[in-house]
């Protein structure tokens, strides 16, 4: 993974959730950013191949506003999709379009007493499909489906499963004659249960999917390729330990063969909660998942990056850099991938009590690290390594290399494979210097190797000592946020706050622990 270094909107609270790219050098990413009186404003920023830069965008009225998900048809059209607060405790629709030069917000229709979108997918300038949900008038949280035609955006009926909440919290379309969308809904035992519906150019329909066991089963992202290939991801919740020490949330990849879905096995990480909050899938078998994996325990526990690959048999956890310190907690929400195979991840990182951007670029399934010896030089970009020099020094990747060839001229060797790439590389987050993580190792032998490795391993030990003694994570770990998967709630007063983005969306809302509202 690549750190991208990214803008922020405000010194308080920024995030992203939802990202869409037409190329390596054209994506798109949304979310919000809080200003000084920690009202929340939204927040574009778009990547021209070599920066990421802020794009003014608008705001509906004084209060919240905030952008959950954003699809893209070319360089000049693009539809943004969240909600604002309207000030009498309750939430609007809120859309933007963009025309290659302005954002503007564009009228959309509502029901019930409050209505949040979650996610968008747009095929044409004339055709797009948003998902969120409303409160109707008895209370009760409902699925919300609208339309645009090119003029005007209107609601489509769709199905809800069962008489308590329903929420549709992302969806992917092939056509304008197939999509699905993906979420949950609450049975009568108020547990989650997966939530799938499909529209067929005609109407919406409820397609019966799977759940593990008897605790909660949540999808929170789905990426289809065809009428016969969708996966969605979220996690469960299992009834007796998946990861060791204890009862926690793991990641949940179910897949559509055309006929039904099935479960399909996903990877874990980290001796907490797993959660897989967005996918990006570009054929049947190259698929990415986004999210995260905690660590420690109870009010210690911190979350990580967590990156899945799917390579057409079997899912696995691609290493990706964090932000800060191993007590810096960092989340991917949303991911986009493009043919080429490369992938903008976004989402946020906190630095003590603030939460700033995150976006992580992704280039294949390997993670590497270029470094340089004295006396030859090494250089691995990516799956490709080239040695020149009497001293031959051996860099390994994160992950294995296969396929690839080796040849020997006149003293130097080369050794190219067909794997992609994924490197590491500094970022700053409002002129704060980034740390990021990098996976370096050593084999080889000699006295200044051996030395080497027991000087790191010296300072390593004297570094624990002294966090040992020293009050620093006790310091540190009082400003941190844990929620645990499965429970998240919206910190707000009114029923409008667990609308729209669904769990991704009460994540985010999590980060108002770290504000003190």
């Known amino acids: 993974m690549l750190f991208r270094s990214s803008p922020n909107g405000g010194t308080k609270a920024n995030l992203l959730p939802g990202v869409s790219c037409l190329s390596d050098s054209d994506c798109v990413a949304v979310g919000y950013y809080a200003n000084n009186d920690l009202v929340r404003r939204t927040l574009i920023e778009a990547w021209n191949g070599t920066t990421w830069s802020i794009v003014p965008s608008p705001n509906e009225g004084t209060k919240n506003n905030q952008l959950n998900g954003v699809s893209c048809v070319s ?16 939430t609007e629709n809120l859309v933007e379009s963009w025309n290659g030069t302005t954002w503007s917000i564009v009228p959309t229709p509502g029901q019930g007493v409050s209505n949040g979108l979650g996610n968008v997918d747009c095929l044409s300038t004339t055709w797009c499909t948003a998902v969120g949900s409303f409160v109707n008038l008895g209370g009760v949280i409902q699925s919300l489906v609208e339309s645009w ?9 769709s199905p809800n499963d069962g008489a308590h909440s329903n929420f549709l919290d992302n969806l992917s379309c092939t056509s304008t004659t197939w999509c699905v969308a993906a979420g949950y809904f609450y049975n009568g035992n108020a547990v989650t249960q997966t939530l799938v519906e499909s529209w067929n150019g005609t109407t919406w329909s409820i397609v019966p999917t799977p ?3 008897t605790g909660s089963n949540t999808l929170l992202g789905v990426s289809c390729t065809s009428t016969s290939s969708c996966t969605a991801v979220g996690y469960h919740v299992p009834t007796s330990p998946v990861i060791p020490g204890g009862i926690h949330a793991v990641t949940l990849v179910e897949s559509w063969n055309g006929t039904s879905w099935s479960v399909v096995p996903s990877p874990n990480e980290g001796t907490a909660s797993n959660n897989l909050f967005d996918i990006s899938c570009v054929s049947p078998t190259s698929c990415v998942a986004v999210g995260s994996q905690y660590e420690g325990k109870k009010r210690k526990r911190v979350s990580h990056t967590l990156i899945e690959s799917w390579n057409g048999i079997s899912w696995s956890v691609v290493p990706s850099p964090n932000y800060g310190s191993t007590r810096a907690i ?15 991840a976004v989402g946020y990182h906190n630095i003590n009590t603030r939460t700033y951007t995150l976006i992580e670029a ?12 004295t006396g030859a030089t090494t250089t691995t970009t990516g799956a490709t390594t080239t040695t020149t020099g009497a ?30 790439t994924t490197t590491v590389a500094p970022t700053t987050k409002s002129g704060v210097a980034a740390a990021p993580s990098s996976s370096l190792a050593f084999t080889g032998s000699g006295p200044g190797l051996k030395m080497l490795i027991l000087f790191g391993t010296a300072l390593m030990l004297l570094g624990l000592v002294i966090l040992i003694f020293a009050d620093i994570p006790s310091r540190v770990l009082r400003h941190l946020a844990y929620v645990s998967p499965g429970r998240w709630r919206s910190h707000g007063t009114d029923a409008v706050r667990r609308i729209a983005k669904a769990v991704r969306r ?12």
């Open 391 to 420: 001293t031959t020094t051996t860099t390994t990747a994160a992950a294995t290399t296969t396929g690839g060839t080796t040849t020997t001229t006149g003293g130097t060797t080369t050794t190219t494979t067909a794997a992609a």
């Open 362 to 373: 992704y280039t294949g399934t390997a993670a590497t690290t270029t470094t340089t010896t």
């Open 211 to 213: 759940n593990i066991g």
């Open 75 to 90: 360089p000049t059209w693009c539809e943004a999709v969240g909600d604002y607060d309207t000030g009498s405790g309750a």
């Open 149 to 157: 035609n090119g003029a005007t955006w209107s609601i489509v009926p």
């Open 330 to 344: 960092n989340l991917l929400l949303g991911v986009s991938c493009v043919l080429s195979g490369s992938c903008a």
């Open 506 to 517: 009460e994540v985010i809302r999590g980060t108002d622990w770290f504000l003190g509202r």
